[in-house]
């Protein structure tokens, strides 16, 4: 039988059921967007044509993940489900001890609420929104140690999501060092555009763990597309399978936190692995007072069984390359529309350089966020900004504190979802964006929350030329119309590109 390296663009599945999805005018779109208070988040779904706000939970099901549901169990305690669920999970992580929970932030939670004392700090390659966040409301701090070449969004260095190991020895052996309760290792990085961790570095990170006695976990929501990029990029593993290599980085931690809405291949769902049997058992006990009985951890029988058997599907070769065939050809059409991305570009999402592109909109004015709003009105496509909207601070008037060190835009791929011609309408709907950027608008925030403000912020545009208007300018001004923008062609997708 020929594989799928044989049949260039061909993905390795096909439709049994389709969802329409909705089209709107231009009009609409800016009503909607003034309606949601310019925050892509407070947008309807059946707003949007294409979604790529997240690839959390927004994947497509399987022929035998949907027959493994009508194996559920719904017994509350000692579900055959979850006996199912715990045996692929032990099988892959080599974790003794596995709580189930509804999704990945449940296990930070419960985690970092049972290990962090107040005042203590995780180090880490990079930690991801929610993860910062269960630290913080748990009175520890976050210490984000990305390797030295993260910095060059335009490298092709394949490792980026790498720790820097220097500055790990060297925090573990400062003054805070007594201070340091974990170190967290993200797989691959979200926070560094969806760059990978190399095996050797893990490895390293592993030793040093040891040495000092802290312990290592794995942000496993990507498990399975870090190990892909690993077999295709690390010298050594070139003839390992994904499996073998997620096995080996599950081996080298002492524990992990996994929101499986990612690779677990499901809509929800998550688990807690940890090696510790103290550390299980307190963890256990806030399990039970917050999610649930331990066997089924806030999820339904079937949810167990569905994703007991994505974890299965998950690092089936010709699934991955196809997965980031998908994710290569967007970066491929971004670029070919004169839009930067975050290179090399991982497997979940493609990052694109919002600062680059528009470098007339200062950082406090979100070129990122400005960037995903013109795509929404444009095109339908939705997006999330990770710049300073979501990593800054600005004073009472406005004005920056503390920036974000790009200011980049998101399109996360859902898994199994979106076909070649939906990413080709994205591609176009970048070209005719670059053709005219000089048009669009900053935006000020007017309402935010005191954590993970990017999730539920209102903002407001900032007309050209006026940047530093006072806070009060009246919040209904709608958008700066734009002048019409006609269609430019997508290059073919050629050999070159990966499979889709």
Known sequence: MRGVDDVPGMEPFRAKVVEPIPFTTRAQREQALHRAHHNLFNLRADEVTIDL??????GALSAAQMAA??????????????HRFREVVENLTSYPHVLPVHQGRAAERILFSTLLRPGQITLGNTHFDTTRANVELAGGQVHDLPCPEAADLDSPYPFKGDIDLDA????????????????????????????????????????LCRAHGVPLFLDAARFAENAWLVTRNEPGYGDRSPREVAEEAFRLADGCTASMKKDGLVNTGGFLGLRDPDLAGRCELLLVATEGFPTYGGLAGRDLDMLAQ???????????????GTTAYLAELARAAGVAVVEPPGVHAVYLNAGRLLPHIPP?????????????????????????????????HGNPVVSAP?????????????????????????????????????????????LLRHFKSRLEPVPLHTDELPATTDSTTPPNPRPHLTATAVPPRGTSAPSL
């Open 53 to 58: 706000l997240t690839d959390s939970g927004t």
């Open 69 to 82: 549901a009508m194996l559920g169990d719904e017994s509350y305690a000692g579900a055959r489900s979850y």
């Open 168 to 207: 790990l020895h060297r925090a573990l052996t400062g003054p805070d060092g007594p201070r340091v309760a974990a170190i967290v290792m993200t797989l691959t990085s979200n926070g560094m555009g969806g760059q990978p961790v190399s095996m050797a570095n893990l490895a390293e990170t592993a030793k």
């Open 310 to 324: 994505g974890l299965i599907e998950v690092t089936d070769p010709d699934y991955l390359r196809s997965r980031a």
């Open 364 to 396: 406090h004015r979100f070129p990122g966020h400005a960037l995903a709003c013109a795509l929404y009105l444009e095109g339908g496509i939705r997006g999330v900004e990770c710049g300073s909207l979501y990593l800054g601070k600005e004073d009472e």
């Open 406 to 450: 790009w200011e980049l835009l998101r399109l996360a791929i859902p898994r199994r979802v979106y076909s070649q011609s939906h990413i080709e309408h994205v591609g176009r709907t970048l070209a005719r964006i670059a053709q005219h950027t000089d048009h669009l608008p900053g935006y000020r925030i007017t309402e935010q929350a005191p």
